[in-house]
């Protein structure tokens, strides 16, 4: 059994992995932690805490953690993919729990202390409350067991624009530090999430499931599927939290690479792209390269078996 800490910003797509996480028997939650991203971070800790409530587990903790990012503010979230609520506009009734007292990257490290070695962090939102973990103790680089996070675009385009993908955009600053920490990560970017699709007929078949926490997520899947169908003209919504579930339960679902990967920072058009180095040796001594120089390997996973990955779900 895996002890994990989900940091996430419900979300739709948040919310259906939150539910498989908690319906699998792999993993021990000891927490959510919440970061702004699809909606503000007020919201997203409501969102987190009714999921635990409809689930009947309000034994697991949720800690509130970053309203902005590193630099600059939020940006107001994306309620057109889903919804003003985060929860496509399902308007669920309040949420009479509250989150504890402890802020996200404070739980985060008091957790990796504790269990050191044993804590998996599965990251579903912008990485700022790792990175702010990591800059008030450093010493977690080396108790973590690992790190899984939904975010990036190694060798394909964007979301959020051309360049970017949304969580990465939401946060650069905190995607560069967490992506230069010295600690095993693993990034489940667009490169596997945009091959990894539901369609309406998978979607039904799910909401057969009669339960409060499946009719729940199930009623606001909708309204994200509707979105990609409508816009993005795809017979389906891409698989983009729950993926970092299926590889944590069956890592052979996916195929990776490791290279050093630094994140465009800068304001402009590739500002959240993530740049892997695939450091070709004629130019590994060349001056260009020093941003990259020294920085720990990622594992990039660039493949996937997507109907496995589907059946699982
Ligand atoms: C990511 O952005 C958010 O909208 C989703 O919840 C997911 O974490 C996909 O780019
Ligand atoms: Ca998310």
Same mark, same amino acid.
Not at 21 to 43: C, Q, R, Y
Not at 85 to 90: A, C, R, V
Not at 287 to 309: F, G, M, S, Y
């Given at each position: 059994?895996?002890?994990?800490?989900?940091?996430?910003?419900?979300?739709?797509?948040?919310?259906?992995?939150?539910?498989?996480?908690?319906?699998?028997?792999?993993?021990?939650?000891?927490?959510?932690?919440?970061?702004?991203?699809?909606?503000?971070?007020?919201?997203?800790?409501?969102?987190?805490?009714?999921?635990?409530?409809?689930?009947?587990?309000?034994?697991?903790?949720?800690?509130?953690?970053?309203?902005?990012?590193?630099?600059?503010?939020?940006?107001?979230?994306?309620?057109?993919?889903?919804?003003?609520?985060?929860?496509?506009?399902?308007?669920?009734?309040?949420?009479?729990?509250?989150?504890?007292?402890?802020?996200?990257?404070?739980?985060?490290?008091?957790?990796?202390?504790?269990?050191?070695?044993?804590?998996?962090?599965?990251?579903?939102?912008?990485?700022?409350?790792?990175?702010?973990?990591?800059?008030?103790?450093?010493?977690?680089?080396?108790?973590?067991?690992?790190?899984?996070?939904?975010?990036?675009?190694?060798?394909?385009?964007?979301?959020?624009?051309?360049?970017?993908?949304?969580?990465?955009?939401?946060?650069?600053?905190?995607?560069?530090?967490?992506?230069?920490? !010295?600690? =095993?990560?693993?990034? +489940?970017?667009? @490169? $596997?999430?945009? #091959?990894?699709? *539901?369609?309406?007929?998978?979607?039904?078949?799910?909401?057969?499931?009669?339960?409060?926490?499946?009719?729940?997520?199930?009623?606001?899947?909708?309204?994200?599927?509707?979105?990609?169908?409508?816009?993005?003209?795809?017979?389906?919504?891409?698989?983009?939290?729950?993926?970092?579930?299926?590889?944590?339960?069956?890592?052979?679902?996916?195929?990776?690479?490791?290279?050093?990967?630094?994140?465009?920072?800068?304001?402009?058009?590739?500002?959240?792209?993530?740049?892997?180095?695939?450091?070709?040796?004629?130019?590994?001594?060349?001056?260009?390269?020093?941003?990259?120089? !020294?920085? =720990?390997?990622?594992? +990039?996973?660039? @493949? $996937?078996?997507? #109907?496995?990955? *589907?059946?699982?779900?």
């Amino acid at each position: 059994v895996n002890k994990i800490i989900i940091d996430t910003d419900p979300g739709i797509d948040d919310s259906m992995a939150i539910q498989i996480a908690l319906a699998s028997k792999e993993f021990e939650i000891l927490g959510l932690t919440t970061v702004f991203g699809n909606v503000d971070v007020h919201l997203a800790t409501i969102n987190a805490l009714r999921l635990l409530q409809l689930a009947n587990r309000t034994e697991i903790p949720v800690a509130k953690g970053a309203s902005t990012p590193l630099k600059g503010k939020f940006m107001g979230g994306v309620p057109f993919v889903h919804g003003d609520d985060g929860q496509g506009n399902t308007w669920q009734p309040p949420c009479d729990l509250s989150p504890i007292n402890t802020p996200a990257d404070e739980f985060l490290i008091e957790q990796i202390i504790k269990f050191p070695k044993q804590v998996t962090i599965a990251a579903l939102g912008p990485l700022t409350n790792l990175a702010t973990a990591l800059s008030k103790k450093p010493e977690i680089q080396n108790l973590v067991k690992e790190v899984v996070f939904m975010g990036g675009n190694a060798f394909c385009a964007g979301n959020a624009t051309p360049a970017a993908e949304a969580n990465i955009l939401s946060d650069p600053d905190a995607a560069d530090i967490v992506l230069g920490a !010295n600690w =095993p990560i693993t990034m +489940i970017g667009l @490169d $596997v999430t945009h #091959k990894t699709m *539901i369609s309406q007929e998978t979607l039904n078949e799910i909401s057969e499931c009669d339960a409060p926490l499946n009719n729940y997520v199930m009623r606001a899947y909708q309204y994200y599927l509707d979105f990609f169908m409508r816009v993005n003209k795809i017979d389906g919504t891409y698989v983009h939290d729950s993926s970092v579930f299926a590889y944590l339960i069956d890592k052979n679902l996916y195929k990776t690479v490791k290279y050093p990967v630094k994140v465009e920072t800068q304001e402009g058009i590739s500002k959240g792209k993530t740049w892997p180095s695939i450091g070709e040796s004629d130019h590994e001594e060349g001056e260009a390269l020093l941003p990259w120089k !020294n920085r =720990p390997k990622v594992n +990039i996973c660039i @493949d $996937v078996n997507e #109907k496995r990955v *589907i059946k699982l779900l």
